[in-house]
């Protein structure tokens, strides 16, 4: 695989790697979860995860699709695919983070304790998963993106915390 398709797997998942670290800075308020607990008596996501912090997420996730088709748009085809890519690669990656926090949540884990793998590629493999019916990468893409991924994810929750954005660097 050459640097080129390196490129363009990291041009493909940006709109899920905004999406997914957007939170952070535009979440807060009420839960989506509502405060309710599962059959276990734990909370089904936590007060992490907010209707604000997703919304706002898939947002500017979509806004940054939005972007990339103008800087580059015979990637994408049309604008219509483009934003319906980036929204499918933003739902999803923040999907991937709730189902995430509800796995995290069963395993009695409290919240913003790391959970290796699932917290660095379940953002990833939902994000993937969603979008692809309109766009897909090559099988060595995908790869790349499942190796490099998590490296990718701990620099950014690291920055989040030397900001002051996260109380936890991971």
């Given at each position: 695989?050459?640097?080129?398709?390196?490129?363009?797997?990291?041009?493909?998942?940006?709109?899920?790697?905004?999406?997914?670290?957007?939170?952070?800075?535009?979440?807060?308020?009420?839960?989506?979860?509502?405060?309710?607990?599962?059959?276990?008596?734990?909370?089904?996501?936590?007060?992490?995860?907010?209707?604000?912090?997703?919304?706002?997420?898939?947002?500017?996730?979509?806004?940054?699709?939005v972007?990339?088709?103008?800087?580059?748009?015979?990637?994408?085809?049309?604008?219509?695919?483009?934003?319906?890519?980036?929204?499918?690669l933003?739902?999803?990656?923040?999907?991937?983070?709730?189902?995430?926090?509800?796995?995290?949540?069963?395993?009695?884990?409290?919240?913003?304790?790391p959970?290796?793998?699932?917290?660095?590629?379940?953002?990833?493999?939902?994000?993937?998963?969603?979008?692809?019916?309109?766009?897909?990468?090559?099988?060595g893409?995908?790869?790349?993106?499942?190796?490099?991924?998590?490296?990718?994810?701990?620099?950014a929750?690291?920055?989040?915390?030397?900001?002051?954005?996260?109380?936890?660097?991971?």
């Open positions: 695989m050459g640097l080129e398709s390196v490129f363009w797997a990291f041009w493909y998942i940006l709109p899920a790697y905004f999406a997914n670290a957007s939170p952070v800075l535009v979440g807060g308020g009420p839960p989506i979860d509502g405060g309710r607990k599962w059959r276990d008596g734990r909370r089904i996501l936590g007060d992490g995860k907010t209707w604000r912090g997703f919304i706002g997420g898939v947002a500017i996730g979509t806004l940054v699709g972007v990339q088709y103008f800087i580059t748009p015979g990637f994408y085809g049309d604008l219509p695919t483009a934003v319906k890519l980036a929204f499918l933003s739902f999803g990656a923040l999907f991937g983070d709730l189902v995430g926090s509800f796995i995290k949540r069963r395993a009695n884990l409290p919240r913003g304790a959970a290796i793998g699932l917290d660095q590629l379940g953002f990833l493999i939902s994000a993937l998963a969603f979008a692809y019916p309109v766009k897909t990468l090559s099988s893409q995908i790869i790349f993106l499942l190796v490099f991924s998590p490296f990718i994810h701990w620099g929750n690291y920055f989040a915390y030397k900001m002051g954005w996260k109380s936890v660097p991971w």
